[in-house]
């Protein structure tokens, strides 16, 4: 979701309180340990007041520094990787994305929490999200902010929101036919996004990638239909021109220009067309994500950030505290009001307030209750990289023959062997 937030050039630390940028120095009267947060750049301010006030709370446990890490995931990833393997000890705080802990926990970067802290976390979290900070039976990250897609269509365009891909599809058709807005906005690119959607139409089919031990590929029936349905998409007048190019931005400024009816993409979308476009904004209605079987609902890729710990972190408890503090519901609302990143705290959902504020909650919470996660590997870096370059762009698709290649690909990435060409 990070990827896709609007934001300008960052600076790369932004001091909570007076400390020198990247030192991890103690700071403060008494010693104070300034304990320093690498996150993405979160543009409404949400974590710089989360930071201050935990850091006032603490009574002098510490002080948060949040150190901007680059705006897009593969930039983030790399400065983190890059400093944990050379030993950096000034990294306390991780923002790590939800498919990054396995990897991060194997190369011994991570301290795990201890027991009773990681009941606490677990207790009243999302329990999709729990498992994204899981490896080996231990917890690594601690869910922080949650996502997940949904179908944002126009009601005046569309009175009764699809439930199928199918009858989505059919639906587009028949407003292509009829000269009106129609199409279906959706991540075709050669990047994460693309893997998110095959993993979600994969899931939604009733699959799976790889097995839950990370080791054997498990790609079968359920994967040949949702290639099928993605090749359908790009073939039909449902398909944006521009699909094989588009990641979630792209996707969010052509449903605010008006030619499309239909958009999968997560919730900063409708606080910007609020704020962009009030006319569209007004006529956009949400839905859960369509499913492929029509016997279960859609099992849409959970997306978020955890929070983790350094191995290599000198405040490694009040590293621990700190996130627990950053983690509050109070601070998970306005990470959702202000940014539009979801929570994770089953509580918030049931807050009065939080539903008035936040009107699609039902249908976010109804999503991440049935999500799926992405393939849970070391590996998942390559993983991923196989998927994409080998089904994109959609309009290249052939279930029948893409489908070996592709399993053969993803369990060469999950051995170590082979590179994408």
Known sequence: MRRVLRVAAAALCIAVFTASCGTGQPSGSGGTPTLAWYIFPEPSGSFVAAAAECSKASNGEYNIQIHQLPAAADGQREEMVRRLAAGDTALDILGLDVTWTAEFAEAGWLAPWPSQLASQVQNGTLPTMIKTGTWNNKLYSAPFN????????????VPNPPKTWAEMLAQAKKLAAAGKPHYI???????????????????????????????????????????????????????????????????????????????????????????????????????PYPTVDPSQPAHVTIGGIDLAVSALSRYKKQSFDAIQCL????????????????????????????????????????????ASVRPLTPAYQSVSLQIAYSLSPPSTIVPSSDLPILKTRIQDAINSRGLVP
């Open 146 to 157: 949650t996502n997940t897609e949904v179908l944002w269509y126009r009601k005046s365009l």
């Open 185 to 287: 906005e959706i991540q075709g690119a050669q990047y994460e996004g693309f893997t998110v959607w095959f993993n979600t139409m994969v899931a939604s089919a009733g699959g799976s990638i790889i097995s839950p031990n990370g080791q054997k590929v498990t790609l079968g029936p359920p994967a040949l239909k949702a290639l099928q349905i993605m090749a359908d998409l790009a073939h039909s007048p449902a398909a944006d021109p521009s699909l094989s190019n588009q990641m979630e931005d792209q996707n969010r400024l052509a449903f605010e220009t008006g030619v499309a009816a239909f958009e999968l993409n997560y919730p900063f979308v409708y606080p910007s067309a609020q704020a962009d476009v009030p006319k569209i904004a007004k006529d956009m209605g949400w839905a």
């Open 327 to 370: 983690r509050q519901d109070k601070n998970q609302i306005r990470n959702a009001v202000k940014g539009g990143l979801p929570p994770v705290s089953e509580a918030v959902y049931k807050d009065k307030s939080f539903q008035k504020a936040y009107p699609a909650w039902k249908t976010i919470l109804q999503g991440l209750q049935n």
